[in-house]
């Protein structure tokens, strides 16, 4: 039988250090570009700064055309520049680094092109700046719409800033307001698994200072990919308010898929939620792990100082939660999800829902998108031909239509397979997902997409369900490597 166990090559990757990396992907070949250089072939010209700065200041497009009128037949021509950048930060981001950070962004473009996500909204900075230059291309302005037409996006921030920014960058595909610009990413979170997965390396480099204007460098210049998007609805018995991360929404009642037979009764009244991930989603005892860790580090800050203390902290107290010691007191019964989830799928090209058997030792299910997680590693492996054939799985990919579903046994299982000793409990592929959710003995389960945890309410009598499906639109990603 075919070992499903990663091919030998991948473990130098997933183990190799953040330091390591950081040295070998960072080089001081920044030096070589020269500030002038970089700042005429990524500022946009002043007007359109003002115009734009003046467009969300005021949440009016129309506030920055002042700017545009100044602009008459009697001043030189204006010209687009080669590859305008707008770059988004998250200042709280990178310990220290984060307001040092914004400052020299500045100063290597100009101040209007860099956003404090403190201050600005993405969604702000779409409806209000892009709508001025768009405005302004609609009256003629050339320089306006080359300027729309090649801007590139660079998130600085962790994993979940970068998806916030997707998501929003998506609205302008749906309102049919193309073309969406392409993003890049300075990692300044602790897993920076979006920063990993094309090129942008994994840690916040050493030498940031001139290596950053090789990030902007390559921002411009780099090719791009597609990155699928993965919309999640959570459909709920009403009753108390659900604390939800930013990223999950309250929405309108859902109807659920008609195709898939829900047995027993549906409640009268209900609650629904809607998000987008791009990495990953999973319910069980990491998610635990990782609302408790979320609580710690808002209520003692200073306990988190950086992506290094972060991972010691949260090693710890998976431990104090019993991901890896179970207190005796337990009901070894109730550990695994088997006892509150069921699972159907539909399998790559095809329209029927299947029900899938979770096995009774899964404490912690995972539906993921990219080839890496957890700060790089890649639990579902690189799989050999021949398993996959057997199991009619594809190679996975972060464009391919389909999730990765496993399963971790235990917090020393999930560690084993980090370092790609042992393999995950592999269980589907799936274009789409159902979970159900019933209470019995569990009066409550914990849930995270993209590593922002919940606590999820559940009801004995009613099922909780929680679909989740591709959605059309691919992001547009700058490949930093």
Not at 6 to 32: M, T
Not at 231 to 237: A, D, E, G, K
Not at 386 to 415: P, T
Request: proline content about 6%.
């Amino acid at each position: 039988m075919a070992s499903p166990g990663p091919e030998p090559e991948i473990n130098k990757v997933a183990v190799r250090s953040s330091v390591i990396e950081s040295i070998k992907g960072w080089s001081l070949s920044g030096v070589r570009i020269r500030k002038e250089d970089l700042r005429r072939k990524v500022t946009m010209p002043e007007y359109l700064r003002l115009a734009m700065k003046d467009a969300i200041a005021s949440k009016d497009i129309d506030a920055g055309k002042r700017h545009f009128s100044a602009v008459g037949d009697d001043t030189p021509p204006v010209h687009a520049p080669e590859s305008p950048l707008v770059v988004f930060i998250n200042s709280k981001s990178g310990g220290r680094y984060g307001p040092e950070l914004k400052v020299l962004l500045q100063d290597l473009m100009s101040e209007e092109q860099v956003f404090d996500l403190l201050k600005v909204k993405p969604h702000e900075f779409i409806q209000y700046g892009l709508g001025c230059l768009e405005k302004f291309a609609s009256l003629g302005d050339t320089c306006a719409k080359e300027t729309r037409e090649r801007l590139r996006i660079v998130v600085a921030g962790g994993d979940g800033t970068v998806g916030w920014v997707l998501g929003c960058l998506g609205e302008l595909h749906k309102a049919g307001r193309d073309p969406v610009p392409p993003t890049a990413i300075v990692p300044l979170g602790t897993g920076n698994d979006l920063s990993r997965s094309f090129g942008w390396g994994g840690s916040f480099p050493f030498n940031w200072k001139t290596a950053i204007k090789k990030t902007l460098d390559m921002a411009i210049r780099g090719s791009t990919s597609r990155l699928d998007s993965w919309n999640l609805v959570i459909s709920m018995p009403a009753g108390p308010d659900l604390e939800t991360p930013y990223s999950l929404k309250q929405s309108e009642e859902v109807v659920l898929d008609q195709d898939l037979k829900v047995e027993g009764a549906l409640p009268e009244k209900v609650s629904c939620f809607q998000g987008v991930f791009y990495n990953y989603f999973s319910i069980g005892m990491d998610a635990q792990v990782a609302y408790g860790f979320h609580h710690l580090r808002n209520e003692k800050p200073y306990l988190a100082q950086g992506p290094i203390s972060n991972k010691i902290i949260y090693s710890s107290y998976s431990c104090k939660q019993g991901w890896f010691f179970t207190p005796c007191i337990a009901d070894p019964g109730l550990r695994g999800l088997n006892n509150i989830l069921k699972l159907h799928v539909k399998r790559l090209n095809s329209t029927k829902w299947e029900p899938v058997t979770i096995p009774s030792s899964v404490r912690c299910i995972v539906a993921l998108n990219l080839h890496s997680y957890a700060s790089g590693r890649n639990p579902w492996g690189k799989l050999k031909p021949e398993y996959l054939e057997k199991k009619g799985f594809v190679e996975a990919k972060a464009d391919d239509g389909v999730l990765e579903v496993f399963g971790f046994k235990h917090g020393w299982h999930a560690s084993f397979v980090m370092v790609e000793l042992i393999s995950a409990k592999h269980i589907a592929q799936a274009s789409e997902i159902r979970f159900e959710l019933r209470g019995g003995a569990w009066k409550e389960a914990f849930m995270q997409m993209d590593g922002e945890p919940w606590k999820q309410p559940m009801n004995n009598e009613f099922s909780t369900f929680v679909d989740i499906k591709r959605v059309p639109f691919q992001s547009v990603m700058i490949n930093g490597k």
